[in-house]
Each structure stands twice: as C-alpha cells, then as structure tokens.
Nanobody, 118 residues
Framework: QVQLVESGGGLVQAGGSLRLSCAASGRTFGPYAMGWFRQAPGKEREFVARITWSGGITRYSDSVKGRFGISRDNAKNTVYLQMNSLKPEDTAVYYC???????????WGQGTQVTVSS
C-alpha cells in the first residue's frame, strides 16, 4: 500500500504561482501513474493532470493546459504540480492519487487547499 502526502497549498493572488508536492511512501513501485485532482466547494472532484512513473507521459485537463505542469522525481518518490497564471476558479482542495494502468485511482492523499484571490 502506498501513502500520499500533499503539501504546498496556500493563498495566492490571481496571476500568481504555486507548486504542490505529493510525497509517496510505502509500496511506491506499485502505482502506474500519479494524478492530481481538485474539488471546489459544491462541485464534484475533477481531474487536473496525470503523469506515468515510467516515461513521464503527461495528460492535462483542458482547463489547466498551458498553465499547469506536472512532473515527478523518481528518486524522491515525489510528484509536483506547478501552477502558473492562477485564476480564482482554480480555488479548490487539490488531491494527489496513485493510478492504475486501467486509469482508475486507488489511493488518495488528504488534500491541500489552494485559494486564489481576485
């Protein structure tokens, strides 16, 4: 079983940047990929970005493409989400998750709050 801990959230003005981190521990060789999701108040959790551990293949939602960048440091078992040009609508709790080859996610972190002020 893998454990995930997110960090790096906070309050930022619109147009600013934040970098989220997701540190994985435990059975870290298990997951095929790592994903970032977010959930805003009153809304469903939505996909943000994904990266495979091997090969670093990435995928983004249309709402963040060109503004966010996902990366990983295999040696540190850590995945990052660099968020630039932040907008108030990016305000949400951001979660990282361990993904399977079939595209499902079976382990989640506790989340980190990102608030973007206008």
């Amino acid at each position: 079983q893998v454990q995930l801990v997110e960090s790096g959230g906070g309050l930022v003005q619109a147009g600013g940047s934040l970098r989220l981190s997701c540190a994985a521990s435990g059975r870290t060789f298990g997951p095929y990929a790592m994903g970032w999701f977010r959930q805003a108040p009153g809304k469903e959790r939505e996909f943000v970005a994904r990266i495979t551990w091997s090969g670093g293949i990435t995928r983004y939602s249309d709402s963040v493409k060109g503004r966010f960048g996902i990366s990983r440091d295999n040696a540190k078992n850590t995945v990052y989400l660099q968020m630039n040009s932040l907008k108030p609508e990016d305000t949400a709790v951001y979660y990282c998750a361990a993904g399977r080859f079939d595209g499902t996610y079976d382990t989640w972190g506790q989340g980190t709050q990102v608030t973007v002020s206008s």
